[in-house]
């Protein structure tokens, strides 16, 4: 449901270079996928595997991999990480319906906090304090420990804003994301910086300049969660495993219909060599998913990690991610981009009683996967990240919240330069006032991001191998940004990660 469907009033001043119209080709593809679908052989999403060629990027000689943590439906940052010095604190219970510290309504009692406070290195201006909902108990030690940070504020955006900006009619000098708040739209957004419809994301670009550091570049972009356009990339296409391993093709694995003579058939059927060209790359590649079928399923089989994973949906999506990269070197790979997910975010009704579950779920998965990098001995080589739809509203809606845009998120990993926030902390109000301290507000305590999601992913490449000179390439709002120059503080390095 896009509730507040605030559209590009001029789409043409930043047109969108990944929407394509379906080639015939690839109707083709699909119309042929279709056919063995009524056979009841149709083939996995493991069969999106193409040629990949060489990119010109760096070589890496050590290892590195980025995760990325989607948290599908919008998560609330208010009651993620709570504001906690008194001033803040008693703003946000008054706002979200408490009586007092004593919480009450959508607002979580003071006392409560007290045991997730987050304590980092450097205090923040103003006396601004956070604590982590008391469900996340297990990341807020990783941050007191120095092996997570918190990145406030950040969002979509196409260039930096401010609320005059936002609230003004010049959408070709400041143009808005793609349909903001709608679900489908803001994740897209997130992931690739177009709206939905939108055929590649940055995580698959960064793939694109890694494919010439891995030997089997099959593996460098892996979904554990199925297809996401955030790793679809101009030649790197997401490989996608389940939380059990690899995706076997049954029509050419096991037999059909319980014939031996029905399986050999299709197996000659869907690999041999054609004079038709489509037909042909059609059956290459799917000898080639055979072949990392039995090549992952072999790497697995000496990848054993005594680390106790939650059996949650992403305790066991990042557990897959952690064997994954236990057999890297069986995989032949330095260079990794992951996808893992989970939903239960969009919460406009029973926030108090779901949300706790499913930042619990969260924060056990995340900490138990650096835990299997630390027994891997590489949990500076390995960075997991959240991000989400959008953040909610600080007001409520009866029991919930609804769409907003700005939001909080995690950084975790030995090389994230933890126990620290990073950017700036929104003041706590729902008004649209001329107000300084409502700069950072839209209404409703929405909040208008002061980080971009640009520059949040550009911080991870550049620590990932990607050079100055091709972040651009990778992420195109990107030159948008920066220090100086009339454009504020937008760096393009937010200074999460070590070199």
Known sequence: MNEF????????????????????????????????????????????????GEAAAFEANDYKALVCVFLNGGNDYANTVVTYDDPSYNAYATIRG?????GGGCALAKSALAPTLLNPTAPLPDGRQYALNPAMGALALLFNSGKAAVQLNVGPLVVPLTRAQFEGAD????????????????????????????????????????????????FTCISATGNAVFLSGQQAIPYQVSTGGAVALNAVKSNVYGSTAIRTAMSTLLQ?????????????????????????????????LSTAFPTTTLGSQLKIVARMIAARNSLNVRRQVFFVSMGGFDLH????????????????????????????????????FTASDFGRTLAVNGTGADHGWGSHHFMVGGAVKGQAFYGTAPPVSIGNTTATSDQWHIGQGRLLPSTSVDQYAATLARWFGVADAELDGILPNLRNFGTGAGRGDYPRDLGFMRT
């Open 98 to 102: 408490g009586t007092g510290q004593a």
């Open 272 to 304: 041999e060599s054609s004079t038709h060209a489509l037909e042909n790359d059609y059956n290459r590649v799917t000898a080639r998913s055979v072949a990392s079928e039995a090549q992952v399923t072999s790497a697995l089989a000496g990848a054993t």
């Open 171 to 218: 959408r070709h000098s400041y143009p808005l994301p793609a349909r903001l708040m709608s679900h489908s739209d803001q994740q897209s957004v997130w992931m690739s910086s177009g709206g939905e419809g939108t055929t590649v994301g940055w995580g698959g670009r960064i793939g694109d300049l890694a494919l010439a550091s891995n030997g089997s570049s099959v």
């Open 349 to 384: 009704d029973n926030l108090m009683s779901q949300h706790p579950t499913v930042l619990a779920a969260l924060s056990d998965a995340m900490a138990a996967f650096h835990q299997a990098t630390v027994e891997m001995g590489i949990s500076s080589q390995v960075t997991a």
């Open 5 to 52: 469907p605030f559209h590009n009033a001029c789409p043409d001043a930043y047109p969108d270079p990944d929407r394509k119209i379906a080639s015939p080709a690839r109707r083709a593809f699909l119309r042929r996928s279709s056919q063995l679908t009524l056979t009841g052989t149709a083939l996995p999403f493991a069969l999106n595997l193409a040629a990949m």
